[in-house]
C-alpha cells in the first residue's frame, strides 16, 4: 500500500460540488427563516440626523426595522483571552450602536421582512439624513496624517541593520522609485452571509467563515453567553481569501434580528454591500531605495511603506517583512506608516503584506539589473543569503535559488534577448518578466478527533474549515496513513464549532498546523487498536506484541497473520476515538522556516492599443512536500491567476469627494476571467522541511500570488520600456 | 413549526450524504400546472400588473396560454408553473421574485448560486428550455410555463454527467461556488458550437467568473468532454 500523501486524489468533497449539493451558508433550508436587508450610508463620515422608518414598518411583510434608536444594545464583553489572530489596534465597528457614520456603506439600518423580496423594498422606503462631516477620501489627504504603527510587533516598528543611508549615497548604482498598488477587494464569489437561529439562549449560526471558533467567541462575546451557547456551522466556504477570518458585524445584524423577531434571520449580503463591510487590501505606496557595488552584490536597501487604515481601528500589514529577508545586504531598513483614512478596517486578503512589498522589491531589482546590465536571475543569485538575514537562524530549507534555476530552464528563459523591445512575434511586442515569492511557513496549536467506526472506517473531526485548498482531501490522506487504510475509508467532518479547536485557515497555516494532530492521533487509534486486538482470544493476532504489528490495508498484520478493522471492530461494542492538540514547540525558533518560489512571465503588447496579454506563466515553488498534486495545482493556479489580477485588471475605485467607491460590483471591479489566462505551469522541487511538522509540508495559499504583478510588471517593461510602478497595469499607463 | 426544526438543531451535511428528510425542501409539487395567471387577466391588482408588465415586455412574447385567474391567492401574488428539471411545480409569488431567488429560496434548489445578482458573473447559469441564461437577470413570471434546468438536474440519478465527472478529474473547482454555472456553460458552449479551440473555448466561458483561479482545470475539462463526443 503506498502512502496516500503524496497522491494526486480527487477531492473528497468532489461530487457534493459537481452536483450543488454542497451546502454553503445561506442554503440552510431552516423553515420559518425570514430575511434581513441592512441599509447601508450613503456618506463616508458624519451623524444620522434622523432616521425615517414608518413607510418600511409599513410595507407588507415587514416584521421590523433596527437602527441605532431601537436595535438592542449588545453586551460586546471584552476579550479576555483573544483567541484573534490579528494584532489590530482600536475598536471594532459595532453595527447600530450610535449615530456616527465612521465610513461609507457602513450599516445605518436593518429590515426583516417574511420575503426577501419585501425585505429588499422595504430596506428602500428607509429615509435617513445626515449631518456629514468632511471626510477623509484620497490617500493624498490622508497622507498628512500618516503615522507610525502603534502595534509593536515586527511588522509595526521600524527595522535598521547596518547604515543604509550611508551605504545607499556610496552606491554605484542606485534605484529609487515609488511604488503603487490600489485598494483591492477579495470578492469571493459567495457573499457572506449568515443565518441566525436562536433556541432559547443558545444560538446557531451558518455563517461564511475561515474560522468558525473566532466567530463562535466573537457572538458569546457580543451577546454576553457562554461560548458553549454558540455553534458555528461552516462546512463549505465559497471562496474568502482573508475576508472571512475575521467575524464581521453582519453576523452580530442577524442573530440582533434573529432575537429581536423571534424567528431564524437569514442575512445574506449584496455584492454592494461587501465593498463596504468584509475587508479589503489596503492602498500602499511604497518608496525602495536600492544601492549596489557595479558587480551586482547589494550594498543598501532602504523600503518604506504607507498602507491605508480606518479611522477607528489600526491594521498593520507585514509589508516590508519579506524585504529583511530575500536577498544578502548588510545595510537595510524598512519604515511602515499608516494612513488613516475614513474607510472601513482593511482585512488580510491573499498573500497580506508579501504580495504588496515584493511588487516593490521584486520591480526595484529588476530596474537595479537593467542599470547593471545584469540579468535578473543572476542578480538574485548573486545576492542569495547564507542565513535569515534578519534574525540570523539558519534557514530550514531556502530553496529560491533551485526554483529560479528550475522555473528558468522550464520556461526556456535562456531564449530572452535582453534589450528592450527586441522580442516580437508578428506585430506584438513580446516581452518577458520574472520575479521571486516568499511567504513564512507557519503553524498554530490545532486539535483533531479521528474516530474508528463499527464498520472499520475512520472518521476525522476538526473545527477546520476548507474554503477551497482540499482541507477534506489532505487529511483524508494524512489520516489513511496514519491508520494505514484507504482513504476511501475516511470520512473528514470539519467546520463545526462543536468539534475540535482549530487555528483559522489563514496565513497558509492551516495544513502545517492540523496534520500533525490528525496525524499523531491517527497512530494512537492504530496503536490502541493493535493494544485491543492482542489481548483479545478471538483475534487472529492474540498473543503477538502490540508493538511488532504493523498497520496497513485496513487492518494490523504481524507474524503472518492479519486482522482487518473491520472484523477488530465487530468485535466492539463502540466506537474508538482519540482526541489530541499539537502545537509547534514552545522554545524559541531554532531555524527560519519560509517557503520561496520564482514566476517566469511572458506577455504581449500590441503596439497599436497597448493591450497586455500574458501569454504564459511558468511558476516554481519550494515548499516542502506536496501533499496531494491535483489540489496543490489548483492553489498554485489561483494564486497565480490572482497576481494576474492585480497586475492587469484589480482596483477598487473611490470617488475622492464622497469616499464612495464606485465600482462595487463584478461588473466594473475586473478580476481575470476564462479569457485573460494564459497555459500556466506550476512545478515543484522534489524537498521535503521537516522543520514545521512531520510530514514536511509547508504551505501554498499565499506564495503563488506573491510577486506575479512585479514578474509581471517586469515583462512589460522588456516588451515596452515602459516601467508601470502603480498598478494595475492599464493601457493608459503605457502611452 | 420553528421550534419544531429548533429543538432538533441540524447536523452538518457530510460531503457525500444524503440530506436527512427534515433538511428536505418544502415545495408543493404536482403534476398539472396549477392556474396561471399572466398579465392582462382581469382580475390582477394594478400593483400586479405594473410589477408584471415593467418586468420586461419579453413576458408577452411567450406562447400564449389559457388566460385563468386565480380565486383564492392574495391579489399580490402570481401563480406561476415552472417545470424544473421535469419536475412542475405550482408556486404563488411575489411578481418580482428573480428566477434565482424562486430556485433558491421557494424550491430549495440551492445549487444554482447567487453572486452578481447582475447578471456579471455567471454563477446563476440555468437552462430555460434548453438555452443558457443568468437566473439573476429573470423574473420568473416571464418564464411560466418553461422548462428550467439547474445543476441538480444535469445528472442522470447516480450517474454524473460527464462534464460534471470531468471537473472532478482536472479539478475544476476549489471552493466549489461558481462550479454550477461554469458546468452548465461548459455544456453550453459544446453545445453552441462554441469549443473549437482553445481561445474559443475561454472567450464563450467568460461570463463566468471564477474568483480562486480554476480556470486552467476548467478548460481542461471542457476540452475533454468535447473530444469525447458526449
Keep these: ?735 | 413549526m420553528a421550534k419544531n426544526v429548533l429543538s432538533r438543531l441540524p447536523e452538518i451535511q457530510l460531503p457525500d450524504g444524503q440530506l436527512p428528510e427534515w433538511e428536505q425542501p418544502v415545495v408543493t409539487e404536482k403534476s398539472e400546472p396549477e392556474p396561471v395567471v399572466r398579465p392582462g387577466s382581469p382580475d390582477l391588482s394594478r400593483r400586479t400588473f405594473v410589477a408584471v408588465s415593467t418586468a420586461l415586455g419579453a413576458a408577452m412574447l411567450l406562447p400564449a396560454a389559457p388566460a385563468q385567474v386565480t380565486t383564492d391567492a392574495p391579489p399580490e401574488l402570481v401563480s406561476v408553473a415552472l417545470k424544473v428539471n421535469g419536475k412542475t411545480h405550482a408556486l404563488k409569488l411575489d411578481p418580482r421574485t428573480s428566477l434565482l431567488d424562486t430556485l433558491r429560496e421557494h424550491l430549495g434548489l440551492t445549487g444554482t448560486k447567487k453572486t452578481c445578482n447582475q447578471g456579471a458573473c455567471g454563477a446563476c447559469t440555468v437552462y430555460v428550455d434548453g438555452v443558457r441564461i443568468n437566473a439573476c437577470l429573470a423574473l420568473t413570471v416571464m418564464h411560466d410555463g418553461q422548462s428550467v434546468t439547474t445543476i441538480e438536474g444535469l445528472a442522470q440519478g447516480d450517474a454524473l454527467h460527464p462534464m460534471q465527472a470531468s471537473f472532478i478529474v482536472h479539478d475544476g473547482f476549489q471552493c466549489g461556488y461558481c462550479t454550477s454555472g461554469q458546468i452548465m456553460s461548459g455544456v453550453s458552449v459544446i453545445k453552441e458550437g462554441h469549443a473549437g479551440s482553445d481561445a474559443e473555448i475561454r472567450e464563450w466561458m467568460s461570463g463566468n467568473l471564477c474568483r480562486c483561479g480554476c480556470y486552467v482545470g476548467i478548460l481542461a475539462a471542457v476540452k475533454e468532454v468535447r473530444d469525447a463526443g458526449v
Design chain 1, 1 to 735: 500500500m503506498s502512502p496516500a500523501v503524496g497522491q494526486p486524489i480527487p477531492r473528497k468533497e468532489g461530487r457534493a460540488k459537481v452536483t450543488g449539493r454542497a451546502r454553503f451558508a445561506a442554503e440552510y433550508p431552516i423553515r420559518g427563516v425570514v430575511h434581513a436587508i441592512p441599509v447601508l450610508s450613503t456618506i463616508s463620515r458624519g451623524r444620522i440626523s434622523s432616521i425615517d422608518t414608518a413607510a418600511a414598518q409599513a410595507a407588507p411583510g415587514v416584521l421590523a426595522v433596527l437602527t441605532h434608536l431601537n436595535a438592542p444594545k449588545l453586551p460586546y464583553r471584552p476579550f479576555e483571552r483573544p483567541l484573534e489572530t490579528s494584532t489590530r489596534v482600536g475598536v471594532f465597528f459595532k453595527p447600530l450602536r450610535d449615530d456616527v457614520i465612521r465610513f461609507n456603506r457602513q450599516y445605518v439600518a436593518v429590515v426583516v421582512a417574511t420575503t426577501l423580496e419585501q425585505a429588499e423594498a422595504a430596506a428602500a422606503l428607509v429615509r435617513v439624513s445626515y449631518a456629514p462631516l468632511r471626510a477623509i477620501s484620497s490617500f493624498e489627504e490622508g497622507l498628512s496624517a500618516a503615522h507610525q504603527p502603534r502595534e509593536k510587533g515586527s511588522r509595526g516598528l521600524p527595522y535598521q541593520r547596518g547604515d543604509p543611508e550611508l551605504a545607499f549615497a556610496a552606491a554605484a548604482v542606485r534605484v529609487d522609485q515609488r511604488y503603487t498598488i490600489p485598494t483591492e477587494h477579495h470578492n469571493p464569489l459567495e457573499t457572506h452571509a449568515t443565518i441566525a437561529v436562536w433556541n432559547g439562549n443558545q444560538l446557531t449560526l451558518y455563517d461564511k467563515s475561515q474560522w468558525v471558533k473566532g466567530v463562535q467567541q466573537h457572538a458569546a462575546l457580543a451577546f454576553g453567553i457562554p461560548y458553549d451557547q454558540v455553534r458555528v456551522l461552516s462546512p463549505f466556504v465559497g471562496g474568502a481569501f482573508g475576508s472571512a477570518l475575521r467575524p464581521w458585524a453582519h453576523i452580530d445584524l442577524a442573530a440582533m434580528a434573529a432575537q429581536v423577531v423571534k424567528r431564524p434571520v437569514k442575512l445574506s449580503l449584496t455584492r454592494e454591500a461587501m465593498y463596504g463591510t468584509t475587508g479589503f487590501r489596503p492602498e500602499t505606496r511604497m518608496r525602495v531605495r536600492l544601492g549596489a557595488n557595479a558587480s551586482g552584490t547589494l550594498t543598501a536597501v532602504m523600503h518604506e511603506a504607507w498602507g491605508q487604515t480606518s479611522t477607528y481601528e489600526e491594521y498593520t500589514e507585514n509589508t516590508l517583512d519579506a524585504t529583511r529577508l530575500m536577498y544578502a545586504v548588510p545595510n537595510l531598513s524598512t519604515v511602515p506608516r499608516l494612513v488613516p483614512m475614513h474607510v472601513s478596517t482593511p482585512q488580510y486578503m491573499r498573500g497580506p503584506g508579501e504580495a504588496t512589498g515584493m511588487f516593490a522589491l521584486e520591480t526595484a531589482l529588476d530596474e537595479l539589473a537593467v542599470a547593471l546590465r545584469m540579468d535578473p536571475v543572476a542578480l538574485r543569485i548573486k545576492n542569495e543569503p547564507l542565513a535569515d538575514p534578519e534574525s540570523k537562524l539558519p534557514w530550514s530549507l531556502r530553496s529560491y535559488v533551485q526554483t529560479m534555476q528550475l522555473g528558468a530552464e522550464r520556461f526556456g528563459w535562456a531564449r530572452r534577448t535582453p534589450a528592450v523591445g527586441s522580442m516580437k512575434d508578428g506585430g506584438l511586442l513580446i516581452g518577458m518578466g520574472m520575479a521571486g515569492a516568499t511567504y513564512p511557513a507557519l503553524r498554530f496549536p490545532t486539535s483533531a478527533r479521528i474516530r474508528m467506526n463499527l464498520s472499520g472506517s475512520v472518521t476525522v473531526l476538526s473545527a477546520a474549515t476548507d474554503i477551497g485548498p482540499g482541507t477534506y482531501t489532505s487529511m483524508a490522506q494524512v489520516a489513511a496513513d496514519a491508520v494505514g487504510l484507504d482513504v476511501a475509508l475516511v470520512n473528514v467532518e470539519l467546520a463545526d464549532s462543536k468539534l475540535p479547536y482549530a487555528h483559522a485557515q489563514g496565513a497558509s497555516a492551516l495544513f502545517a498546523s492540523l496534520s500533525p494532530a490528525v496525524r499523531e492521533a491517527g497512530r494512537q487509534l492504530a496503536r490502541q487498536l493493535a493494544a485491543r486486538a492482542v489481548a483479545d482470544q478471538r483475534s487472529p493476532l492474540y498473543g503477538l506484541k502490540a508493538e511488532t504489528l504493523t498497520a496497513v490495508n485496513g487492518g494490523l498484520s504481524g507474524a503472518g497473520k492479519r486482522e482487518s478493522y473491520a472484523a477488530l471492530m465487530a468485535r466492539s461494542d463502540a466506537p474508538l476515538e482519540v482526541h489530541l492538540t499539537s502545537a509547534p514547540p514552545m522554545s524559541a525558533p531554532k531555524q527560519s522556516t519560509h517557503c520561496f518560489g520564482s514566476h517566469f512571465v511572458e506577455v504581449s503588447v500590441d503596439p497599436d492599443v497597448l493591450e497586455v496579454r500574458v501569454r504564459r506563466v511558468v511558476s516554481a515553488f519550494g515548499v516542502g512536500r506536496v501533499v496531494n498534486p491535483r489540489t496543490a495545482h489548483s492553489q498554485a493556479v489561483g494564486g497565480i491567476i490572482g497576481g494576474i489580477g492585480m497586475a492587469l485588471h484589480e482596483q477598487t475605485h473611490t470617488d475622492p469627494r464622497y469616499g464612495r467607491i464606485m465600482n462595487a460590483n463584478l461588473s466594473e471591479y475586473l478580476i481575470p476571467v476564462h479569457a485573460d489566462v494564459p497555459p500556466i505551469e506550476a512545478v515543484y522541487l522534489d524537498e521535503v522541511d521537516y522543520a514545521i511538522g512531520p510530514l514536511g509540508a509547508k504551505g501554498l495559499g499565499e506564495l503563488p500570488i506573491v510577486g506575479v504583478a512585479a514578474a509581471i510588471s517586469n515583462a512589460v517593461y522588456h516588451a515596452t520600456g515602459k516601467r508601470v510602478r502603480d498598478l494595475p497595469i492599464t493601457i493608459e499607463k503605457l502611452l
